[in-house]
Every structure is written in C-alpha cells, then in structure tokens.
C-alpha cells in the first residue's frame, strides 16, 4: 500500500533563518506531488506541484522554492522565512491526472518567530 | 480567473441537526471532489462526482453536483460529534493553465452534544 511521509512534523524558526521541508512517497511509482500551505483557519493554497523529476510548477511567487530530486521525493524550501510563511505546509500525491484524488501527508506545522 | 467558493465559513450545530455546505464555481467544472479534515489533522478524499446533476451518498452524507457542473453541495443528516472538522470542496477544470484542482476555502463544522 501507499504511504506519504512529511518531517518534520513541527518547525520552530527564527524569520530570516533557511527553510527544507521534505515528503517522500512509498508504495507507487511517478507521482503528482504538491505542496499546499494551509493559515490557521483557512484554505489550502498551492504553492508548488509536479508531474516528474526535475519538473515543478510553481502558483505563487514568493520566497520559496521546491525541488524533486528522486521520483517519490518532494522538497520544499526557503533561503530567508518570513513570519508570514508560518503555517501548516502539507505534501500531496496522486496519480495519473490532477483531477484524481489527493491524498495527503500529516503534514508540517511552522512557526516563524 | 478560476475560483471556488464554499459558504458558511463556520457552521455550529446541536448533535442531531442536519448540516448542509455549498460550493460554487466561477467556471464548468471536469468533476468535483469533497475532503474532510479533522482538527489537528491532515484533509482526507471523501468522494468525487463527475455526472451532471449527480447524487452520490455515504451513510448519512449525501453529495450532489448542479446540472451546470458549477455546484456542489454537502449535506450531513443527524450530524454526530464524529462529524467535527473542515470539509473543502476541490474542482478540477480541465480548461485552466495547469490543469489543477481548485480548492474552497471551507466549511467549519462544530457539534455540540
């Protein structure tokens, strides 16, 4: 069976400080990955998705960065964190099209202070 | 550009109370998914329609899609504490630039026992 893993699964840093996140997927092979943030309360926002090694998309300009290294490895990343980059950060996969369903990693939760 | 929009935004309920949330599109939907995410947890694939007009039911949740495939509706009879958390709706327009699902900001759903 499938199984998506994200750490850390808590993230305490100081703004201005670097930022790697990583998800890996188990159990399947070439895999939509995504990254979303979820604010306190909110929606998801997607910031970055990707349909192969190498290949990213990114939504929305900002001061992060995402990379696939490996087929089933997704990394997320910062030079500089702003506070405004606090939030819930989840890892998603699926399969074939982007109109199948997603399913999610237990996600990070990162504090900028 | 393409939007989804989910209303309420927080719902509170008696335990028994039926419970009902609305999503809309700006654009023709390809399908439409439905996810839940408990507090603290990460969203989880409930059910995805396709047809026009369709009805889809999981016990006592029962999901349509408008006949324009612009809507979609959650609707939760004799809700139950178990039913607490978020529930987003995502739409997949296969029209749009990436190709990716479009998610609701969500509904907050609390029962009270």
């Known amino acids: 069976s499938q199984t998506i893993h994200q750490w850390p699964a808590t993230l305490v840093q100081p703004v201005g400080s670097p930022l790697s996140l990583e998800c890996t997927v188990e159990g399947t092979s070439n895999p939509n990955l995504y990254w979303y943030r979820q604010a306190a309360g909110r929606g998801l926002q997607l910031l970055f998705y990707s349909v192969g090694i190498g290949q990213i998309s990114s939504e929305v300009p900002q001061n992060l960065s995402a990379s696939r290294p490996q087929d089933r490895q997704f990394i997320l990343s910062s030079k500089k964190l702003l506070l405004s980059d606090s939030g819930f950060y989840l890892c998603?996969?699926?399969?074939?099209?982007?109109?199948?369903?997603?399913?999610f990693g237990p996600g990070t939760r990162l504090t900028v202070l | 550009g393409q939007q989804v929009m989910q209303i309420p935004q927080y719902q509170h309920v008696q335990e028994g109370e039926d419970f009902t949330t609305y999503c809309n599109s700006s654009t023709t939907l390809s399908n439409i998914q439905w996810y839940k995410q408990r507090p603290g947890g990460h969203p989880v694939f409930l059910i995805q329609?396709?047809?026009?007009?369709e009805v889809k039911k999981q016990k006592r949740l029962t999901f349509q899609f408008g006949e324009a495939k612009k809507n979609s509706s959650l609707h939760i009879t004799a809700t139950q504490t178990t039913d607490v958390g978020t529930y987003f709706c995502a739409g997949y327009d296969r029209g749009s630039t990436l190709g990716r699902l479009y998610f609701g900001r969500g509904t907050q759903l609390t029962v009270w026992p």
């Open positions: 329609l396709v047809k026009s007009g």
């Open positions: 998603a996969w699926n399969l074939e099209g982007p109109y199948n369903e997603q399913f």
